[in-house]
């Protein structure tokens, strides 16, 4: 039982080791940010991009990585593009309209007038939208869902989140 438990306890330390490293090369430099080593968007990275900055642009890159996961492994779980999972039915705020919020449409505003300057988070997401399928989504352990801390929606209700990060909590919501 001891040879389990320390073979388990080995795993999951790797585990966490390799995901914070994946998560401080695109923190700390791997990737050097900057306008000239930036390439245009396709459409789609443009929509990953705009996703990730109207849903985590005030939570650092740590919050940007962390959608960016999400991203990730729902496209790779459900076998749907990036862009895909971002523009699906209600999964993401940024493309939800809601019927009586303006609060929305001033997010979208503001991403879309963010997208035009190369400042260093909109420089992030565009590059985490251009290697969107590289992030290490162990550093969100595999999440497929999340959402803020202090909010209870249905589908979180009797459930654990998985990892914190910043202001949001991740949910394993599907195998």
């Not at 330390?13 to 090369?25: E, K, N, T």
């Not at 789609?44 to 900055?53: F, G, H, M, S, Y």
């Not at 895909?84 to 505003?109: E, G, M, P």
Request: glycine share 6%.
């Amino acid at each position: 039982m001891k040879d389990i438990l320390d073979t388990l306890i080995d795993t999951i330390v790797s585990i966490l080791i390799i995901g914070m490293i994946g998560y401080a090369l695109l923190c700390i430099g791997a990737y050097k940010l900057t306008a000239a080593s930036t390439p245009s968007l396709t459409k789609e990275q443009e929509i990953v991009a705009k996703t990730i900055l109207g849903e985590a642009r005030g939570e650092g890159k740590e919050g940007m990585y962390a959608v960016a996961c999400v991203i990730a492994q729902r496209s790779i779980a459900w076998k749907l593009t990036p862009k895909q999972v971002c523009l699906a039915d209600s999964q993401f705020d940024y493309w939800t309209q809601h019927k009586s919020s303006t609060i929305d449409d001033l997010n979208r505003r503001r991403v879309e007038a963010l997208m035009k300057h190369d400042i260093e988070k909109v420089l992030y997401a565009k590059n985490l939208a251009i290697h969107i399928l590289k992030v290490d989504r162990s550093y969100t352990g595999n999440a497929d869902h999340y959402c803020r801390i202090g909010l209870d929606n249905y589908w979180t209700r009797n459930r654990k989140p998985v990892r914190i990060i910043k202001n949001h909590k991740f949910f394993k919501l599907r195998p």
